[in-house]
């Protein structure tokens, strides 16, 4: 059985793989694709509470302080993720707290903006998260989503994460649930869900739509490598959702 994602990062290899794949550059899509619309659609961070669900390595939550951020709380489950988190946060103040996102509570009205960055696609139980972080915001707040677009989500086509992926399979596409992929050097359990599903969750929870994105690649990101720079604009890797407390 394919592990969650609250244990996957634990597992041996995982974290060393993940490690030696973010500082790639232009060849990976995290960074330029879905951080640069992260980036956009932020806005200004000066003075707000931040809350980030899934926070990783909180490297995102140490920008968000150099940004101006008043708080930053980051929740993640993996204690090796965790342990990373740490010493990026030393001497920029912030705060962690091991917890599966579905296990996490706070207060009412605590924060400014719930942030959750290619992490919500791990979770089941999608709407109730959802509607505890629409009482965890201000009447003001707001919420900043990303996961695995649906579109992959919804089929694996590798049978290893090491070769170059030239085509993509869409199977079920209409049928949500768990779909076991492969993913660094292991597999692990995604949480497949259709745009429609995404959007209607959180209008559900409470929150009206403010922008919708799918992270379409920028020619400047990449470096000057068109031959990367086209096959990035195949297929979308990723969806984001910016909402405002209705």
């Given at each position: 059985m394919s592990p969650e994602g609250d244990s996957f990062y634990d597992a041996p290899g995982v974290l060393e793989a993940?490690?030696?794949?973010r500082p790639?550059?232009?060849?990976?899509?995290?960074?330029?694709?879905?951080?640069?619309?992260?980036?956009a659609a932020l806005g200004d961070v000066t003075g707000l509470r931040v809350l980030d669900l899934g926070c990783g390595d909180a490297s995102f939550g140490q920008?968000?302080?150099?940004?101006?951020?008043?708080?930053?709380?980051?929740?993640?489950?993996?204690?090796?993720?965790?342990?990373?988190?740490?010493?990026?946060?030393?001497?920029r103040g912030g705060r962690l707290t091991q917890a599966a996102i579905e296990d996490f509570s706070a207060d009412d009205s605590s924060f400014d903006l719930v942030v959750s960055r290619l992490a919500l696609h791990?979770?089941?139980?999608?709407?109730?998260?959802?509607?505890?972080c629409r009482r965890w915001l201000d009447p003001a707040g707001h919420l900043l989503i990303t996961v695995v677009?649906?579109?992959?989500?919804?089929?694996?086509?590798?049978?290893?994460?090491?070769?170059?992926?030239?085509?993509?399979?869409?199977?079920?596409?209409?049928?949500?649930?768990?779909?076991?992929?492969?993913?660094l050097g292991g597999s692990v359990m995604?949480?497949?869900?259709?745009?429609?599903?995404?959007?209607?969750?959180?209008?559900?929870?409470?929150?009206?739509?403010?922008?919708?994105?799918?992270?379409e690649p920028q020619e400047s990101t990449f470096g000057g490598d068109a031959d990367e720079y086209t096959r990035r604009r195949r297929i979308p890797l990723f969806?984001?959702?910016?909402?405002?407390?209705?």
């Open positions: 993940y490690t030696a794949g790639s550059g232009h060849s990976h899509p995290n960074e330029v694709m879905e951080e640069p619309a992260v980036l920008r968000l302080l150099e940004q101006g951020a008043t708080a930053y709380h980051g929740v993640d489950t993996s204690t090796r993720m965790l342990s990373v988190a740490r010493e990026n946060l030393v001497g791990y979770v089941e139980p999608l709407g109730a998260v959802l509607g505890r677009h649906p579109m992959i989500t919804s089929h694996d086509a590798r049978a290893s994460t090491d070769e170059v992926r030239t085509s993509w399979v869409v199977d079920n596409y209409f049928e949500s649930g768990p779909r076991p992929q492969s993913w995604f949480y497949h869900r259709t745009v429609e599903q995404y959007v209607s969750s959180v209008l559900d929870a409470g929150f009206r739509l403010v922008g919708l994105s799918e992270c969806l984001l959702i910016r909402a405002a407390v209705a």
